[in-house]
């Protein structure tokens, strides 16, 4: 048998690209009777790779760009996003949603959730969270690491109703930026892009109603690595080919491998594709040069993150209409009546 290594991922990268512009130039205008594309561009690799997209799908006329920085983003974010768009020809708008966020209690109900696991926090210190324990095979923890303005580092375990608040008021980022995707897209009658790739859509890293709302997602079947790839192959500017991913959510920099996944994107993406095609642990453990109980940790945590956040991608649930009922029970009587 083969060794697992990472040529799986490899991929045709111009016959994709055509691939998709084609899906996404067909659904646009017979699936979704829409004029053009709103893509949310964070100059990120993703986002970035779905204005490429979208623009080779279009053209760059057809496709409209929103810079949507916050208190917490990295200046640098909104940089990049305003080269890509030059670079692509399109048109942006760049909107400071942070008054908004303000306005409905984002900041001062995380701050809140902070200060009771931590007192000394005030707002000119800088914080993240990240995840410990799920691939090594024990239960995850979420831990608090602030950085006070000396540079003192302090860190503490979550309770889960701290965890939570802070979470969900963080979540406001993502869906005060879906409400303005969606008001320019109907003020234009455009579609909104969503930018998951495979491994964020898969394994549930996305709000739902938030950047996990969208119209049509064009990379959510491609690997984070692809992504990459393909950005390179699209002709991206440097800055945004070798952008290091990351949430862009709070005010310390936090890698996507320190809040959720809890491996490196690269070596994630190989997991996740071994655990797709059904290789055992062994062979992905001699890949990653980890043991197999490290590997067997590993499966499991992409298992438990596909059963908890399998509402992530469901539709909301509807009460059958009264009609419908009778023909339920008519059936389970003819059942019964049959095992008598």
């Not at 996944?261 to 594709?273: H, I, K, S, T, V």
């Not at 642990?281 to 590997?295: C, N, V």
């Amino acid at each position: 048998m083969k060794a697992l290594d990472f040529d799986v991922l490899e991929l045709d990268l111009e016959r994709e690209a055509d691939r998709i512009a084609s899906h996404v130039r067909d659904s646009t205008a017979r699936v979704l009777h829409k004029r053009g594309l709103v893509v949310a561009i964070s100059g990120g690799i993703d986002s970035s790779c779905c204005a490429a997209l979208a623009v080779r799908a279009l053209g760059p006329d057809r496709v409209f760009a929103l810079i949507l920085p916050e208190r917490d983003s990295n200046d640098d974010s909104a940089l990049r996003a305003g080269i890509l768009a030059t670079h692509l020809g399109i048109r942006s708008l760049t909107i400071d949603i942070a008054p908004a966020l303000e306005a409905i209690g984002c900041y001062s109900e995380r701050d809140a959730a902070v200060r009771r696991a931590l007192p000394a926090f005030t707002d000119d210190w800088r914080f993240k969270i990240v995840i410990d324990g799920g691939t090594e095979g024990r239960v995850n923890v979420f831990k608090l690491v602030a950085e006070s303005p000396e540079g003192e580092v302090h860190e503490r375990t979550l309770g889960l109703s701290d965890y939570l608040q802070i979470v969900a008021a963080t979540n406001f980022k993502q869906r005060i930026r879906k409400t303005l995707e969606y008001y320019h897209a109907d003020r234009l009658n455009y579609a909104v892009v969503g930018t998951p790739n495979h491994l964020e859509y898969d394994q549930g890293f996305f709000v739902k109603n938030g950047d996990g709302s969208a119209d049509i997602k064009p990379i959510a079947h491609l690997y984070k690595s692809q992504v990459y790839a393909m950005a390179r192959h699209l002709g991206l500017p440097e800055r945004v080919c070798n952008v290091v991913p990351t949430t862009d959510t709070y005010s310390l920099a936090q890698g996507q491998d320190e809040f959720y996944f809890a491996l490196p994107y690269r070596q994630m993406d190989l997991a996740l594709w071994a655990r797709d095609h059904g290789c055992p642990a062994t062979r992905l453990a001699e890949a990653l040069g980890i043991d197999r109980e490290r590997a067997e940790a590993i499966y499991a945590d992409i298992d438990n993150k596909r059963r908890t956040t399998r509402y992530l991608h469901e539709p909301p649930i509807l009460v059958a209409n009264a009609w419908q009922v009778p023909a339920v029970r008519e059936d389970r009587v003819a059942e019964q009546g049959h095992a008598h």
